[in-house]
């Protein structure tokens, strides 16, 4: 018998390819998963960050998913969360963190720092780096979010975040 998580990659791999619509057959992949780490006054590099986040979602691949994101403290003093997204498996959002490693400095230890990863299961909109979370609230960077399931009453949040 066969994991889910080899279930959930052969699942992934014939939606990829189009051979059924984006609604997953839900007895076996309908869950997103989150998870988060915080640190404080205790010394870690963005790089220590990154992979505890990874090794996080690498622990939710059995749920089922289409894309995957984190969001860390950017690189930089006062500048804005850092957020890596992408399509498909964990091990290639762990690949483009990778590729980036020059721009986001690795090595940089902070006394606090807090991180959020995603893996997403699309139920509206299709799988897309854009479509992915971590998703941040603009040019201000007040805040950056992640959430599962459907915001049925996104108008009221987005008026209240507005006002």
């Not at 959020?116 to 040019?139: F, Q, V």
């Not at 915001?151 to 008026?159: C, E, L, S």
């Amino acid at each position: 018998k066969q994991s889910v998580s080899t279930q959930s990659k052969q699942w992934y791999q014939r939606r990829v390819h189009g051979e059924f619509s984006s609604t997953p057959e839900p007895e076996k992949f309908d869950m997103c998963g989150i998870f988060a780490y915080l640190n404080y006054l205790t010394p870690k590099t963005r790089k220590e960050v990154l992979d505890v986040l990874i090794a996080g979602l690498k622990r939710l691949e059995y749920r089922g998913y289409d894309s995957a994101g984190v969001g860390v403290d950017g690189p930089k003093t006062g500048s804005t969360t850092l957020l890596v997204k992408s399509t498909g498996e964990v091990q290639l959002l762990q690949d483009k963190i990778l590729a980036l490693k020059d721009d986001i400095n690795f090595d940089d230890a902070l006394n606090a720092h807090v991180g959020i990863a995603h893996t997403r299961w699309a139920t509206h909109g299709a799988p897309s780096d854009l479509n992915c979370h971590p998703h941040r609230s603009g040019e201000s960077n007040e805040f950056t979010v992640v959430h599962n399931g459907i915001i049925t009453n996104y108008k009221d949040i987005k008026q209240f975040l507005i006002d």
